[in-house]
Every structure is written in C-alpha cells, then in structure tokens.
C-alpha cells in the first residue's frame, strides 16, 4: 500500500513481539521480504526499502512488515549460523514461501541460552507448551 506511513507501522510493532530471522541466501532473503512490503525500522518516519545489495553484508536489521515486525539476523544465541539451525526446523508455507522455522524443542534451548529480558519472559509458555507435546506423544 503506498498510501501506508511508518508511523502506523511503528504503532503495529509496538503491539507484536516480532518474528526472527537467521538468513542464510540474500536473493531468498530480498524476495521474501519485498513479497512483505518490508521497511526498515527507524526512529523517525523515513521509509527505506530494503535492497538487495545491502542485505550480504547485514549482521542484525529490524524491519516492519504488512504482518508485524521481523528481526533478520547472520547468528543467533551462541553464533550458531544458519546452517547450524536447519536440522532443527520444521518447514512451512507462507505467501507462497517455503519457510524453515525453528522446532519448539530448539527455540526452548535457544530462549534459555539467551540474555534477553523477553525471552526470559517467554520461556516458562515455550517450556510448559513442549512439556505438553511431549506427554501427548508418550
């Protein structure tokens, strides 16, 4: 939507806890978030697309999207890499995407390891809903 102002998006984003993303391809990575209508988050009302040329070199971007806001990191928790995290995925459909998202077991080690306050405050809801499957699949 062109008629869409930062503004608005940074009152979404203040609402949602975001989505997280290790990436691995920049093409991949460029199409999926164009497919989003991804902006960088900013402090002011600038709007900047992302470009594909600028996302190689990219360590940590925050951006909002048509679906809430999205973090793109290169690692997470303990520098593990993207290539480290496909084991532990599950993968899903999403706008015509096929996504790679973390299992609950991963994201539960993940959250434990991290030095976040709001993982912190995450994690008893991803440790009881694990303890969940897990008794159900016994």
Do not use: W
């Not at 949602?16 to 900013?42: M, P, V, W």
């Not at 959250?111 to 897990?134: F, G, I, N």
Request: net charge negative.
């Amino acid at each position: 939507d062109p008629g869409r102002t930062y503004q608005g998006q940074r009152q979404h984003d203040e609402n949602h806890s975001g989505t997280q993303i290790c990436h691995q391809k920049e093409d991949k990575l460029y199409t999926f978030l164009k497919s989003l209508n991804a902006i960088y988050r900013r402090p002011d009302d600038k709007i900047i697309e992302p470009r594909k040329d600028g996302l190689s070199n990219l360590g940590h971007a925050l951006f909002v999207t048509d679906h809430g806001p999205v973090d793109v990191h290169s690692f997470i928790e303990g520098n593990r890499i993207y290539e480290d995290l496909v084991p532990h995925t599950v993968e899903i459909e999403f706008r015509n995407h096929t996504i790679n998202v973390l299992d609950l077991k991963m994201m539960v080690h993940l959250k434990r390891m991290s030095r976040d306050s709001k993982d912190r405050q995450r994690l008893s809801v991803l440790e009881e809903t694990l303890r969940q499957m897990e008794e159900g699949h016994e």
